[in-house]
């Protein structure tokens, strides 16, 4: 079971520091605003236990391991960080999947993929942001069909002259653009899905979703920094992933059928979706990027 930060909870943190390692270098300092407010010399005091948020931020610049967190375990030593160059490869080498091996997900993948999503960026150490892995046919292929029914009862509107204005707002014009055009040919996807070629899960072997209560303003930002450390994470263990707008869009729906198919626990929205597997190809050649516009001021 995971524990809530103590921020969440109300409970005061006890910061100790070992005055035999400390040397007072005061980097505790630069890693926390709440220290740096407080004072080196109040660390100890009630009142930073009160406002300290459990980061362990003050430990993890600390080089002499001097200082300890109630509630957390000792800091580990950090590995080296790749080149520049390794991590600019991986950022453009990272695509969009939509053909998948017939491979269920190995479960040391899944922790490595859990892992990067606990380390995934939060603000104040929130760490609300849960997951939620499908991997059943069933709820897979049900997905799949209540998406098509959706997709299908979106058609039927998106392009009556009276709501395209209302549409193009809701999906931005790009979005709007790209589905109008692919809206015509439904009854194409329709017969693939009858075919057992999924035009909404590309057949692959999961779904994850990325949930946070609804009722926290930086929710969908932070699971959506999550979702995108796992796709950027994914090729270096040979998977690949896809974002599913169409399935966060169902998700977050009133859709009675998928609310049946899969429940979502109380209090939660889902913010991003990715279909995650084995790649059927191998990527050997980034395609070209423009470069975007750069605004200084």
């Not at 009722?215 to 896809?242: F, I, N, S, W």
């Amino acid at each position: 079971m995971s524990v809530k930060p103590s921020v969440l909870t109300g409970d005061p943190v006890r910061i100790t520091i070992d005055k035999e390692k400390c040397i007072e270098c005061h980097r505790c300092l630069d890693a926390c605003p709440l220290i740096r407010f407080a004072g080196f010399a109040s660390l100890e005091d009630q009142f930073v236990g009160y406002i300290c948020l459990q980061c362990g931020g003050c430990m993890a610049v600390c080089p002499q391991g001097a200082i300890s967190v109630s509630g957390l375990p000792p800091a580990r030593p950090a590995g080296e960080v790749p080149s520049g160059d390794e991590v600019l490869n991986l950022i453009k080498v990272r695509r969009s999947v939509r053909a998948f091996r017939d491979q269920k997900i190995k479960q040391e993948d899944w922790d490595r993929l859990l892992e990067a999503v606990r380390y995934s960026p939060v603000g104040h150490n929130s760490q609300y942001v849960d997951v939620m892995i499908i991997e059943s046919p069933e709820v897979l292929k049900e997905i799949s069909r209540v998406s098509m029914d959706f997709w299908k009862k979106t058609t039927m509107f998106i392009n009556k002259p009276i709501l395209r204005r209302i549409f193009r707002k809701m999906l931005g014009d790009h979005a709007f653009n790209v589905f109008s055009k692919v809206a015509p040919f439904y009854e194409q996807q329709k017969a693939l899905f009858e075919q057992g070629l999924d035009p909404i899960l590309f057949n692959a072997p999961a779904v994850m979703l990325f949930l946070a209560p609804g009722a926290e303003a930086m929710g969908k930002a932070e699971a959506d920094m999550a979702a995108h450390t796992v796709a950027l994470y994914a090729p270096a263990l040979g998977l690949g992933t896809c974002y599913s707008g169409i399935v966060m869009v169902l998700f977050s729906s009133s859709n009675a059928a998928i609310k049946k198919a899969v429940q979502i626990p109380q209090g939660y929205k889902v913010y991003s979706a990715l279909i995650v597997g084995y790649p059927k190809h191998a990527r050997g050649f980034i395609p070209y990027r423009r470069e975007r516009n750069v605004y200084r001021v």
